[in-house]
């Protein structure tokens, strides 16, 4: 049986392994010299969620907001985003990917989910659904982490 001090070791090694794997096997259409994760998060989070201020995606990120501004800088003038006023407050922008990202954003979403499809049928249904309860405790691990003080 796993002690905390080897599960605290194993998540981020797991997840890590796990995240690189699946980039591996769907492909990117950035390469790390061109976007660094930080940016492919934002542009994920703002794809999912476009008119997104940047505030609030840097709450979501977990990032400090003169960070998430840096980011979104540096997306604008590679032109994979948008940031324009919220017209309801000026001093608020609101954030839109690019049409050209847009695309790619959504193809890269539909050939994770084919691979992750893929994956899930070769699991039975035990394995299924212990990972269903995996996932329920990440989120719940990742709700307390968000709630904590830095």
Same mark, same amino acid.
């Given at each position: 049986m796993s002690t905390h001090t080897d599960l605290a070791a194993d998540i981020p090694r797991t997840l890590g392994r796990? $995240?690189?794997?699946?980039? $591996?096997?769907?492909?990117t259409w950035y390469s790390p010299g061109r976007?660094? /994760? %930080?940016?492919?998060?934002l542009l994920r989070l703002v794809s999912h969620r476009p008119g997104?201020?940047? %505030?609030v995606a840097a709450a979501e990120l977990g990032l400090v907001p003169n960070t998430a501004s840096t980011l979104v800088t540096k997306l604008c003038c590679a032109g994979l985003l948008e940031r324009t006023?919220? !017209?309801?407050?000026? $001093?608020?922008?609101?954030?839109?990917?690019t049409e050209s990202a847009q695309q790619v +954003?959504?193809?890269t979403a539909h050939l994770r989910r084919a691979v992750l499809t893929d994956l899930l049928d070769e699991l039975d249904e035990h394995q299924i659904g212990v990972l269903a309860q995996g996932l /329920?405790?990440?989120?719940? +691990?990742?709700? +307390?982490?968000?709630?904590?003080? !830095?």
């Open positions: 796990f $995240r690189r794997q699946l980039r $591996r096997a769907v492909g976007l660094s /994760e %930080s940016q492919a998060e997104v201020s940047v %505030s006023p919220d !017209p309801a407050d000026r $001093r608020v922008s609101r954030l839109r990917l +954003m959504d193809a /329920e405790v990440l989120e719940t +691990m990742t709700k +307390m982490l968000q709630e904590r003080k !830095p």
